[in-house]
């Protein structure tokens, strides 16, 4: 596998449920992004995560609770979310480096649908 | 407040008509400005980094330029696969892993 993996790619979820949202990099990346995308909005960050440590959370409802076990793979924990919160789930990764992060390389992104 | 505006924000083009995409930016200290090209229900795909005024990079029929306020991503004889959402992006100074983005220029060609 190469790039950027997210799954599942689609997700219908009640209210009241719980869910989990998995990413998985292979390109030898150092930080971690969750970005949510609505329709008629612009990309949102959500997390970030650089060697395993949370560095931005941007506002985010404690609903959605992140977790980076490792380099290499990031979880987004989804537990009684709204109908709003309904959109395109898209995790990427970055080379981090002191003098900032390179270009973002996303994954195809988790469809989740809230009834 | 850093603010990245692009447009138009919807664009028809026929086969072959060559045109241009703007992202005007308002940001505190700009360290990138990044494009990215977006197919439905697929993740955004990394175009172009521009760092400063006057750079420019080209790949295949696009090619980005950098002003001090915009940047600009022309397309030469565009092909129907070239049909997708474009993406603006900057970095600042200030967030230096944060990505601020436009609303996105969604391209249509027509054979």
């Known amino acids: 596998e190469t790039g950027v993996t997210q799954t599942p790619r689609h997700l219908v979820m009640g209210m009241t449920n719980k869910k989990s949202l998995k990413c998985e990099q292979h390109?030898?990346?150092?930080?971690m992004y969750w970005y949510k995308q609505s329709a008629k909005k612009p990309l949102e960050l959500m997390f970030v995560y650089n060697f395993k440590e949370q560095t931005e959370n941007n506002s985010v409802p404690s609903r959605f609770s992140p977790e980076c076990p490792n380099s290499s793979h990031l979880f987004l924990h989804l537990h009684t979310l709204q109908p709003e919160d309904s959109a395109l789930y898209l995790c990427?990764?970055?080379?981090?480096?002191?003098?900032?992060?390179?270009?973002?390389?996303f994954g195809e992104g988790s469809r989740l649908t809230v009834l | 407040e850093d603010q990245v505006t692009q447009s138009p924000e919807a664009l028809r083009l026929q086969e072959g008509e060559s045109s241009s995409l703007n992202c005007s930016y308002t940001?505190?200290?700009?360290?990138?400005l990044f494009w990215y090209r977006q197919d439905p229900g697929k993740g955004p795909e990394f175009l172009f980094t521009l760092y400063s005024a006057g750079e420019e990079k080209e790949k295949e029929r696009l090619k980005a330029t950098l002003t001090k306020k915009e940047s600009f991503l022309h397309i030469t004889a565009p092909k129907p696969e070239d049909s997708a959402t474009y993406l603006c992006a900057v970095q600042t100074m200030q967030g230096a892993q944060k990505l601020v983005f436009g609303q996105g220029t969604r391209l249509t060609i027509n054979p």
């Open positions: 940001v505190s200290g700009l360290r990138g």
């Open positions: 990427a990764s970055s080379l981090f480096r002191t003098s900032g992060t390179g270009e973002l390389f």
């Open positions: 390109l030898g990346h150092n930080a």
